[in-house]
């Protein structure tokens, strides 16, 4: 579908290239440098002898004495024990500071003061007889209660609603009922405020005939 085709691979070399008329006159030059050279070797004389001092006599150095080896030990033969190091002199005694003056003596504990008076028990006057404690309520304000207070005028005395009522709040009479709304007012069949300055021309005869007997407006000829 897409062809066929050659694959050819291209090299681009990348770097510095000498140009050959660059290389011509590197040639030249060094052509030129080389006869130069040799007409100065040609063209130079014979070097005049060069005078050197006698030599100085040798001073020979007495040989060097050998220096005597230790013994070799045997192997039963301990080293000798080096010599133990000085003792470590103590440090110096820092600077004595002034003797301080010794601490004051507690003050003496405050005196003990002596035990209250025992109190005289109390006295209770012969006259005075204590109530008798009471053991009991007369009424039992959760036996038969009911929330309906119809159902209680029939369970309940009149003297067990009296004490709930006042001790436990329970049997109480309710509070009347409020009295019915009024009925809502109706609106009027006609407005007297509405063309009242032109009333003669303007209302219709019903019109003068209710106002004139409701609001006493256009009651005239």
Excluded at 19 to 45: D, E, I
Aim: contains cysteine.
């Amino acid at each position: 579908g897409a062809g066929s085709y050659d694959r050819e691979i291209v090299t681009n070399y990348y770097g510095w290239k000498l140009k050959p008329c660059c290389l011509a006159v590197l040639a030249l030059t060094f052509v030129a440098f080389l006869l130069g050279g040799l007409a100065l070797f040609f063209n130079s004389t014979t070097p005049p002898a060069i005078l050197t001092p006698a030599p100085a006599p040798l001073l020979v150095a007495p040989a060097p004495r050998p220096v005597p080896l230790p013994p070799r030990h045997s192997s039963n033969h301990k080293p000798p024990t080096p010599p133990p190091p000085p003792p470590l002199l103590p440090p110096p005694p820092p600077n004595p500071l002034p003797p301080q003056p010794p601490p004051p003596p507690p003050p003496p504990p405050p005196p003990t003061p002596p035990p209250p008076p025992p109190k005289p028990p109390m006295r209770v006057p012969a006259s005075v007889a204590m109530p008798p404690p009471v053991t009991s309520l007369p009424f039992d304000c959760n036996a038969d209660w009911q929330v309906c207070y119809s159902c209680l005028l029939n369970r309940w005395s009149a003297s067990k609603r009296a004490f709930c009522c006042a001790h436990a709040r329970r049997g109480c009479e309710p509070p009347p009922r409020p009295p019915p709304p009024p009925p809502p007012a109706t609106s009027l069949p006609f407005n007297c405020n509405a063309a009242l300055l032109n009333w003669k021309a303007a209302w219709s005869q019903q019109k003068k005939k209710w106002c004139c007997h409701h609001e006493r407006k256009g009651c005239g000829s």
